[in-house]
């Protein structure tokens, strides 16, 4: 009985449940993945529709394969060059409103961003309105809550808390894929919408009760031209850039497999049979993270999830992508994992705030230069080998990240 307790009370969702303002934020982090698992995860498909049936581009001299992709593309294009335009104005509008308020302002404009992708297909000028809004709230949202993650937590175990917060995610977000698409089958994308819009609603229940002391820390055009110019913070840069590419590149895969299967709620079942699976593994991986500080696995999973992108260039079947989606998912929980511990100890301080704006203005840069790659690419072929060719060397990136002494650069410019 003794071994039990002692077990139990080194369960990852454990250590952050006496941390009042840390158990509210990991509420509202795992009704916002809810939330993007229901609402965001067919999303690519619901706009390379709104291009293959001409509603956009529909004049143009592309085929309906090539309007959907660069449809697609360019959603994300003017999505992130909002991002890193605004990121600083956000960042000081921010430092004035405090951080709880910060993430109220972000759901405020989800509500207007889930709204326009409600009408646009009637009316598709709203998908610019979608995008736009959806940009600004990431910037009001994601380098708070980052923000807060790293200041709140205690540093000896980010690995677990990560690992706790992964494992709450997957449990809850596993039926999710399958539910998406059951309704938007049997109802609509428009129907996926209105429950973002719900979910939208009682997570702003939870932030309201939140009790965040804003810290001391301004953002600047000029301190992030002094932080990304740094030539010794080339490789972290680009491991950031890697982590986006990897993610956007995950994000519309399912939209392959939709047009290999052509059905949504396949889509969703294989997607739900995969989390299910990787959520055994983070159980087990997250107390292993914080008592680890070699890097060999971190590679190894790095170098395996790369060859994995690489087979997805030959896969054509269901059995073949069940069988890719579980290999990935099960290598890049310890992997991403790993990456998100020593990429938020490093912003741990004073500066945690402009590290993560920064951060965000560094990946704005590399999305922009990879969607308007996929632009160029797809107005000439119809191949789907140069997105997996991306993932995988998107991966490798990721290994450029910094830890140690030269972490210690990343506070350097402020």
């Known amino acids: 009985m003794p071994k039990l307790v002692t077990m139990l009370s080194h369960l990852p969702f454990l250590h952050f449940v006496s941390d009042r303002n840390l158990r509210l934020l990991y509420t509202v982090r795992v009704i916002k993945d ?26 143009t001299y592309l085929t309906a394969l090539q309007r959907g992709m660069v449809l697609l593309a360019l959603y994300f294009i003017i999505n992130r060059i909002v991002v890193l335009v605004t990121a600083v104005p956000i960042g000081k509008i921010i430092y004035k409103v405090g951080f709880s308020r910060a993430m109220i302002y972000s759901y405020l404009l989800r509500l207007i961003s889930f709204a326009a992708l409600m009408y646009s297909q009637q009316f598709p000028w709203l998908l610019l309105v979608a995008t736009v809004f959806e940009a600004l709230q990431s910037n009001f949202f994601w380098n708070t809550f980052f923000t807060i993650l790293t200041n709140q937590s205690v540093k000896t175990e980010i690995g677990s808390n990560l690992g706790g917060l992964q494992l709450m995610l997957q449990l809850v977000t596993a039926i999710s894929p399958a539910l998406a698409g059951f309704v938007a089958l049997q109802f609509g994308f428009g129907a996926l919408f209105l429950i973002g819009i719900g979910l939208l609603l009682i997570s702003m229940i939870f932030i309201m009760q939140m009790d965040i002391h804003m810290i001391h820390d301004q953002v600047s055009w000029t301190g992030f031209w002094q932080w990304f110019d ?16 990897n993610d956007v590149a995950l994000f519309i895969w399912p939209l392959y497999v939709f047009l290999l299967l052509g059905s949504i709620d396949k889509v969703g079942f294989l997607y739900t049979i995969s989390l299910f699976i990787a959520m055994i593994l983070t159980f087990f991986i997250s107390m292993y993270l914080d008592k680890t500080k070699n890097r060999k696995p971190f590679f190894f999973s790095g170098g395996v999830m790369s060859m994995i992108w690489i087979a997805r260039t030959q896969v054509f079947t269901i059995w073949g992508i069940a069988l890719v989606d579980i290999m990935e998912r099960l290598t890049a929980n310890y992997h991403w994992l790993f990456y998100d511990m020593v990429f938020i100890r490093g912003g741990r301080g004073e500066h945690a705030f402009s590290y993560f704006v920064y951060r965000e203005m560094v990946m704005s840069i590399g999305a922009i230069i990879f969607w308007g790659s996929l632009v160029a690419f797809f107005a000439v072929t119809t191949s789907w080998n140069a997105i997996f060719i991306f993932g995988g060397i998107s991966v490798l990136l990721s290994l450029l990240l910094m830890t140690g002494k030269h972490g210690k650069q990343l506070l350097a410019a402020r």
């Open 230 to 245: 740094q030539k010794s913070l080339g490789n972290h840069h680009l491991s950031i850039i890697g982590r986006y590419i």
């Open 34 to 59: 809810l939330l993007n698992r229901i609402t965001l995860f067919f999303l690519p498909i619901f706009i390379f529709v709104m291009g293959y049936d001409g509603l956009l581009l529909g004049t």
